[in-house]
T-cell receptor, first 112, second 114 residues
Framework: DQQVKQNSPSLSVQEGRISILNCDYT??????FLWYKKYPAEGPTFLIS?????DKNEDGRFTVFLNKSAKHLSLHIVPSQPGDSAVYFC???????????FGTGTRLQVFP | KAGVTQTPRYLIKTRGQQVTLSCSPI?????VSWYQQTPGQGLQFLFE???????NKGNFPGRFSGRQFSNSRSEMNVSTLELGDSALYLC?????????????FGPGTRLTVL
C-alpha cells in the first residue's frame, strides 16, 4: 500500500521556467510533509517542509503548497536552474515521529 | 560540523552471510533512522533509535536488526542475506529543536548480495 505517491517519474523543464513537482497521499493522519533532493551516489538532502496547519511554505526559490482536502502537495521551483537536476522525493510523517514515508521520486531535468 | 557518516560505502556479500553497517550521526543528534532504497520499492523505513532504544520499526523481517550506542552511533545488521537485500542503505540523524522531523542523511552503504 503506497501511502505517498509521486505519479510523475520524470519532468523536464527549461532553465528559468517553473518546475512543479506533485505528490499525493492517502493517510489522513500525516501531519508533516517534507521534500528531499537526491543526487546519484549521495544521500537525500532536505529542501523544505510544511506542517499540516499551514497551506504554504516558502524558502527562496522553493515553495511547497499543501491541499489537505485533496491530500495533495506540490513543490514549486522558480526559477529552475540546471543544478536543480536531481531526483525529488516527498515524504510524510505522523505525530512528530522520525518515521518518514517516502514517495517513489520524480527525476527533474533542467535543460539550458 | 561534520555530516552523517556511514561505513563502509560499498560492500559485496554472498547469500546466507550476514553484514553489519555502521552510522555516525551529526554531533549532538540523538535520533538515528535507517532506510533501505531499492529501484522497485523506493525508500523504505527500517527502524529508528533514540537514546539507545528502538522507537519505531518498519515492516521488515526479523533478519534486519539494529542498535544504538551511548554515543548515538548506530549499527544495523542483516543476517542470512538474500539476493533481494541488495540495496542502498541510508542512515539519517535528527535532533529536537532543529525543526520538526528534519532528518539529515548520510551518503549510504551500497550492499550487493551475490
Amino acid at each position: 500500500d503506497q501511502q505517498v505517491k509521486q505519479n510523475s517519474p520524470s519532468l523536464s523543464v527549461q532553465e528559468g521556467r517553473i518546475s512543479i513537482l506533485n505528490c499525493d497521499y492517502t493517510n489522513s493522519m500525516f501531519d508533516y510533509f517534507l521534500w528531499y533532493k537526491k543526487y546519484p551516489a549521495e544521500g537525500p538532502t532536505f529542501l523544505i517542509s510544511i506542517s499540516s496547519i499551514k497551506d504554504k511554505n516558502e524558502d527562496g526559490r522553493f515553495t511547497v503548497f499543501l491541499n489537505k482536502s485533496a491530500k495533495h502537495l506540490s513543490l514549486h521551483i522558480v526559477p529552475s536552474q540546471p543544478g536543480d537536476s536531481a531526483v525529488y522525493f516527498c515524504a510524510a510523517s505522523v505525530g512528530g515521529t522520525d518515521k518518514l514515508i517516502f514517495g517513489t521520486g520524480t527525476r527533474l531535468q533542467v535543460f539550458p | 560540523k561534520a555530516g552523517v557518516t556511514q561505513t563502509p560505502r560499498y560492500l559485496i556479500k554472498t547469500r546466507g552471510q550476514q553484514v553489519t553497517l555502521s552510522c555516525s550521526p551529526i554531533s549532538g543528534h540523538r535520533s538515528v533512522s535507517w532506510y533501505q532504497q531499492t529501484p522497485g520499492q523506493g525508500l523504505q523505513f527500517l527502524f529508528e533509535y533514540f537514546s539507545e532504544t528502538q522507537r519505531n520499526k518498519g515492516n521488515f523481517p526479523g533478519r534486519f536488526s539494529g542498535r544504538q550506542f551511548s554515543n548515538s552511533r548506530s549499527e544495523m545488521n542483516v543476517s542470512t542475506l538474500e539476493l533481494g537485500d541488495s540495496a542502498l542503505y541510508l542512515c539519517a540523524s535528527s535532533s529536537p529543536g532543529l525543526g520538526y522531523n528534519e532528518q539529515f542523511f548520510g551518503p549510504g552503504t551500497r550492499l550487493t548480495v551475490l
